[in-house]
């Protein structure tokens, strides 16, 4: 069986930097035409030159004629001056993205305090900048499970009812309730969901071992959430659409006594989410996901090319060359029944 798509746009993905872009960025060449390149490098992409500088380096991992765009985003912090978010759209930025600090992975630089950023996000409101949203708390009360809940009560909620225009995505949400939300809501609110949130529940985490190439953050939920995910995203809403936020780590940084969080699906990212389409019976609902809500929320067009998957098995890398070291990849050595082949 043979599934030809529209070449996928990937709104969330984390390409890292340096030695690194050659995994990354080979890999998201043979999977979508465009990504939306998270900015949580160390130190954080926020300035416009960083953004220049980051962007060329990526190009520089793209050979002459693949068809491939990275799109770029801002790391949302104090330092943002309305001058910088005044050019962002002119230099080819689409968003900026809100870390809590302290949230995941690189987000030391976060933000602790929104309210003193209120003007920021008053100046994205009018300039048409869209901001992307790491949904989760950080006070060490609250239990991991519940973070991105109480996100959505206790800041999303008020922020939205002070910022009634400003577009925002809530960005890889693991919860039944985060899909109710976002369906409750009229306008200027997308989400992200990745193929592991829906593959996956957190047994899959923690039953028989704890599985570190499991562990990402917002962190695997129930598999009552897990099937409102498979559901948003087969449903043909618009509101719901692709976003992997692959995330690699060298292995010995996820296999260790304090592992990292973050899954590597970057390598086989629309095997993975046609596996899931296929279970629930809605193939013919992959190329809106993929290719189509995505650009529309981000009003850019579509893209042109198509990417073909057939339905065969191959097995999984056990390990990938990772700059000078290797990574584990998300479902290492497992047997697949999707491939991309063109
Ligand atoms: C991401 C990373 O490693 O950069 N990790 C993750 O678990 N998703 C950061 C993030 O998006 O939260
Ligand atoms: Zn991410």
Same mark, same amino acid.
């Given at each position: =069986?043979?599934?030809?798509?529209?070449?996928?746009?990937?709104?969330?993905?984390?390409?890292?930097?340096?030695?690194?872009?050659?995994?990354?960025?080979? @890999?998201?060449? &043979?999977?979508?035409?465009?990504?939306? %390149?998270?900015?949580?490098?160390?130190?954080?992409?926020?300035?416009?030159?960083?953004?220049?500088?980051?962007?060329?380096?990526?190009?520089?991992? %793209?050979?002459?004629?693949? @068809?491939?765009?990275?799109? =770029?985003?801002?790391?949302?912090?104090?330092?943002?001056?309305?001058?910088? #978010?005044?050019?962002?759209?002119?230099?080819?930025?689409?968003?900026?993205?809100?870390?809590?600090?302290?949230? +995941?992975?690189?987000?030391?630089?976060?933000? $602790?305090?929104?309210?003193? /950023?209120?003007?920021?996000?008053?100046?994205?409101?009018?300039?048409?900048?869209? #901001?992307?949203?790491?949904?989760?708390? +950080?006070?060490?009360?609250?239990?991991?499970? $519940?973070?991105?809940?109480?996100?959505?009560?206790?800041?999303?909620? *008020?922020?939205?009812?002070?910022?009634?225009?400003?577009?925002?995505?809530?960005?890889?949400? +693991?919860?039944?309730?985060?899909?109710?939300?976002?369906?409750?809501?009229?306008?200027?609110?997308?989400?992200?969901?990745?193929?592991?949130? /829906?593959?996956?529940?957190?047994?899959?985490?923690?039953? &028989?071992?704890?599985? *570190?190439?499991? !562990?990402?953050?917002?962190?695997?939920?129930?598999?009552?959430?897990?099937?409102?995910? %498979?559901?948003?995203?087969?449903?043909?809403?618009?509101?719901?659409?692709?976003?992997?936020?692959?995330?690699?780590?060298?292995?010995?940084?996820?296999?260790?006594?304090?592992?990292?969080?973050?899954?590597? +699906?970057? !390598?086989?990212?629309?095997?993975?989410?046609?596996?899931?389409?296929?279970?629930?019976? $809605?193939?013919?609902?992959?190329?809106?996901?993929?290719?189509?809500?995505?650009?529309?929320?981000?009003?850019?067009?579509?893209?042109?090319?198509?990417? %073909?998957?057939?339905?065969?098995?191959?097995?999984?890398?056990?390990?990938?060359?990772?700059?000078?070291?290797?990574?584990?990849?998300?479902?290492?050595?497992?047997?697949?029944?999707?491939?991309?082949?063109?």
């Amino acid at each position: =069986m043979m599934l030809t798509l529209t070449r996928p746009d990937d709104f969330h993905l984390h390409l890292r930097d340096g030695q690194a872009l050659a995994r990354t960025v080979g @890999d998201a060449l &043979g999977q979508c035409a465009r990504a939306l %390149v998270m900015p949580n490098l160390v130190p954080a992409v926020d300035t416009l030159e960083a953004v220049s500088a980051y962007r060329q380096r990526i190009l520089a991992h %793209v050979p002459k004629g693949a @068809d491939f765009t990275p799109l =770029m985003s801002l790391y949302l912090s104090q330092t943002l001056s309305p001058e910088t #978010l005044l050019h962002a759209k002119a230099q080819g930025v689409l968003a900026v993205k809100w870390y809590p600090k302290g949230a +995941t992975t690189n987000s030391a630089q976060g933000v $602790a305090h929104l309210e003193a /950023l209120e003007p920021i996000l008053s100046v994205m409101q009018e300039v048409g900048l869209i #901001l992307l949203i790491h949904g989760e708390v +950080t006070e060490a009360q609250v239990d991991i499970f $519940a973070r991105e809940s109480c996100f959505i009560e206790e800041v999303l909620i *008020p922020l939205r009812a002070k910022f009634p225009r400003l577009k925002m995505v809530l960005e890889h949400i +693991t919860t039944a309730h985060a899909v109710e939300y976002v369906r409750s809501q009229e306008r200027n609110l997308a989400a992200t969901i990745t193929a592991h949130h /829906l593959l996956f529940n957190r047994n899959q985490l923690l039953v &028989g071992g704890i599985k *570190p190439h499991f !562990y990402c953050l917002p962190i695997l939920k129930k598999e009552e959430d897990r099937l409102a995910l %498979v559901q948003a995203a087969v449903s043909g809403d618009r509101r719901f659409f692709l976003g992997t936020d692959s995330a690699p780590h060298a292995r010995s940084a996820k296999e260790s006594a304090c592992g990292c969080a973050g899954c590597y +699906t970057g !390598y086989a990212t629309m095997a993975f989410y046609a596996q899931v389409f296929e279970r629930a019976q $809605a193939l013919d609902k992959l190329n809106d996901f993929a290719a189509k809500f995505g650009a529309e929320y981000y009003e850019l067009p579509y893209n042109h090319g198509e990417l %073909v998957l057939e339905k065969r098995v191959w097995q999984l890398p056990e390990t990938l060359p990772f700059g000078d070291t290797v990574l584990v990849p998300f479902l290492a050595g497992e047997q697949w029944h999707w491939q991309v082949v063109a």
